[in-house]
């Protein structure tokens, strides 16, 4: 099924941006691990709607209420289940679009894929809301991650065209990648964060929306990890990074700035470092193969500007068959990407813990923790 994700560590999706509620099931979770439910709340709340003057007015708590798979402050072993509950929806707002489908979304290919039956308040199913049970997902698997001294860290790096400066990829510092989760707008350089957000507010004052691109570091993962060809770091990364609704693009390392190199610029020459190899630079983004090299693993997503916008718009009527002008109501954000930035980690978590138990052995790979 296409909302299902994962080999040891399976994921599954579900709900409806206006529906009751919206959630996930998290399938072979390690027992015994202690999971501390106030660091999940302050990740959820870096993704929930509503906080800022930048963020889309929807208020929504974000509360997860677990289901199963969690007792005494442990998971237990069998499926972890997580729900939130819908509360500030307008489904009013979204009756018009049932007949004039909105530019840049889903609503015609939706309506293709399920012949008229999907659920179209809010985006349905293909909704951003998903990526909130999606964070929760991501917020336990970082916290088991970061246990076996994995940290997985992201930032924006553009909004609107403003850059934020340069990390190394290959020896971030490891005080500023820790750092980002308490920002607002996370950046390195504290002048390029008040850009971007004059350029959203500038963009919601002129109801447009921009697009931006999140840098992603995992960093701890071992060398060794992942398979070649279909199975490879990029593939199943990758894979589960395009599920994240916007999303574009993405890049390792270099990525297309690979393609402007010459080999001899672009190498990553091994080197004996204390007990082991590493690389003298992570052009590759920690990935040569398919498989881990033991170098932080570094990536970029690139994300739209939001596509719904209160500019007017032209699209079809499909009772009609006639072009009309549509101007979208409801609250949308005029830049997904401050809120992304959670998301983009809680996939990356998602992705590297099932990398490791994969390779590890669901049973073997951790130890129960002391309660």
Known sequence: ???????????????????????????????????????????????????????????????????????????????????????????????????????????????????????????????????????????????ILAKRGILIAARITEIAGINDQPLDPASPDIDILKSFAAQSIPTVSASAGEAMKQAVLKAKAQTDSVGGVVECFVVGLPAGLGDPIFDGIESRLGGLLFAIPAVKGVEFGAGFQASRRNGSQNNDVPAYAGNGIRMQSNNGGGSDGGISNGMPLVFRVAFKPTASIGKPQQTINLQTGESEELIIHGRHDPCIVPRAVPVVEAAAAVFALDLIMEAEGRLTAFKTDDK
């Not at 709340?41 to 889309?56: D, Y």
């Not at 909105?102 to 293909?126: I, K």
């Open 1 to 143: 099924m296409s909302s299902i994700w994962g080999n040891m560590l399976k994921i599954s999706l579900f709900g409806e941006s206006h529906g009751a509620g919206i959630g996930v099931v998290i399938d072979g979770l390690p027992s015994g691990q202690i999971i501390d439910l106030k660091t999940v709340e302050e990740m959820m709340q870096r993704r929930a709607p509503g906080r800022t003057a930048w963020s889309t007015p929807r208020s929504e708590a974000d509360q997860v209420e677990i289901l199963s798979g969690f007792f005494e402050g442990c998971t237990t072993g069998t499926p972890l289940a997580g729900l939130i509950r819908n509360s500030d929806t307008r489904s009013g707002d979204y009756s018009e679009l049932r007949i004039k489908p909105r530019p840049g979304h889903a609503d015609l290919t939706g309506l293709a894929r399920y012949q008229g039956f999907n659920d179209p308040r809010g985006g349905g199913h293909f909704s951003g809301r998903l990526t909130a049970p999606l964070t929760f997902a991501g917020a336990v698997s970082k916290q």
